[in-house]
């Protein structure tokens, strides 16, 4: 855990109740995850009930209260991808790290989740690892990709 | 505070500036037929059950009335045929999750609702928010809350509190419409307290 990161959120924001969703972003953006101990801390820091913190972490689906990995893979399943053979891009990224969609490996290097349209149409199937957007790989280009990160 | 004069089934009903079609029609002794309803909580508007009739200058809305502020010259039927349907429906929904809860059971009766209309997906809970919302407003514990989102929606107990405060409270228990509530504490306790089994609170 960041500890001195985590710590320059919770000072900015220290008992502003109005600023839970913003804290808890920062803290996934930070650590990917929110974690038990987080989410007591945020509540304490924030002087909001952990019921509601609870609540919220459960509710949205940008935050994770299951650990998730460094890297961030990203899959377009939606229409266009799909026809443009995103489930062959699927299956190539799920042998290489051997993990499915919703699932963190042991080394928390990668986390896999399939979504649906980014927008990037014309460029599928696309693949997104940590924001940055590639397209049109293929199998051996993937796993050259994927050696990149550690 | 002004007064404002409207009509319940056919009733001249008056009632303050700022109070709901429900709260005018309790005052009455009208009966509108709650789920999600009460007395010491906030509006809440979840289960829909209430749901009445409401003509303002000739247009007719349906409205939940535990919600809909009183309005002059506000026209409300609280028992239609349309209403019936709908409030047969809601029942029919709310069945397929808790098909044995005795005050469903009741209302189907009158309403005349079949508990296997719909798939049976029995979570015990009908979401009516009554404890999470007792909690939080009356104990101001807030040691329940809704987890999770959609179609798995869930009430949960927060060990954390829960264990502190929950033994001596269960105010919430006799609430719920259901035995959802029951069955979630049990199962917190068992999980998270196994000791309090054998050793009874302080």
Redesign the interface.
Known sequence: MNNDRINGIFNKYQGQAGSLIRVMMEIQEEEHWLSREIL?KISEKLEV????V??IA??YKSFSVTPKGRHEIQICTGTACHIRGAQSVLDTVQDLIGIKPGETDLDQKFSLETVNCQGSCTCGPMIKIDQVTQSRLSSAQIADLLKKYD | MSEIILQIDGKEVTASEGMTVLEAAQQAGITIPTLCHHEKLDPYGGCRFCTVEAEVRGWTNFVAACLYPVANNLVVKTRSEKLNRIRKMILELLLAHAPDAFDLQDLAKEYGAKKDRFEKEASFCIHCGLC?RYC?EVKKK????????GKTREI?F?P??ASKECWSCKECFPLCPTEALQAAYVLVQALAFPSLESTPAE
């Open positions: 007591v009930p952990l019921s509601r609870l609540r459960t509710y | 999470v939080a807030n040691a329940i809350t809704f987890v999770d989102k949960s927060i954390e509190i």
